[in-house]
T-cell receptor
């Protein structure tokens, strides 16, 4: 069966510090991978998605970047965090080759102070 | 107008009640539809897919109305544990296919 791991679960970082969130998927190959952000009481905002190694599509201009160094690894990064980067970050995967339902990791609750 | 719209609620219902949510979508070429459940401060979890013929899973029934461009979720015999936010998702067809998320409908089932 497929599983998705995302860590850490919570993170408190000072303004201006770097960020690296990692997500890995097991039990499938060539998945579509996604990073979402959800502000408190708000909907899901798609940040990045990837259909293969090194292929990243950015949905909104922002202070963040994403990389996919391996087939089942997706990393969200920032060089300098802003207060507005606080939120609930969710990694998700769906079956590659077609657009299908997505399955989420546990999420990372990031607070920038 | 948002591409996928849901009544945010909250819906407050007593245990045992039947409750229904609708979700409207604006792109007539949308091809796949899903309902997710999200508990407070947790990740969304797939509840069920929505098929043209409608589908049922225990107390939950999902239906698709392509003519009126909406999907629905019916919950029978509500339990306290059904309290959550219910998100609808639509997959847009064509060259710009992607998952489009509604903002969710909040349900509170009260004892």
């Amino acid at each position: 069966s497929q599983t998705i791991h995302q860590w850490p679960a919570t993170l408190v970082q000072p303004v201006g510090s770097p960020l690296s969130l990692e997500c890995t998927v097991e039990g499938t190959s060539n998945p579509n991978l996604y990073w979402y952000r959800q502000a408190a009481g708000r909907g899901l905002q798609l940040l990045f998605y990837s259909v293969g190694i090194g292929q990243i599509s950015s949905e909104v201009p922002q202070n963040l970047s994403a990389s996919r160094p391996q087939d089942r690894q997706f990393i969200l990064s920032s060089k300098k965090l802003l207060l507005s980067d606080s939120g609930f970050y969710l990694c998700a995967w769906s079956r590659g080759g077609r657009l299908a339902e997505a399955f989420f990791g546990q999420g990372t609750r990031l607070t920038v102070v | 107008r948002k591409e996928v719209e849901q009544d945010p609620g909250p819906f407050n219902v007593p245990e045992g009640a039947t409750v229904a949510f609708n979700c409207t979508y604006s792109n007539s070429a949308s091809q796949s539809f899903f309902w997710y459940r999200q508990d407070c401060r947790k990740e969304p979890k797939l509840l069920m897919s929505v098929y043209s013929s409608g589908n049922e899973d225990g107390r939950f029934t999902a239906q698709l109305n392509r003519a009126s461009q909406y999907i629905s979720l019916l919950i029978r015999d509500s339990k306290l544990s059904d309290s959550a936010t219910y998100l609808c998702v639509v997959i847009r067809a064509g060259n710009n296919r992607k998952l489009i998320w509604g903002l969710g409908t909040s349900l509170a089932v009260n004892p």
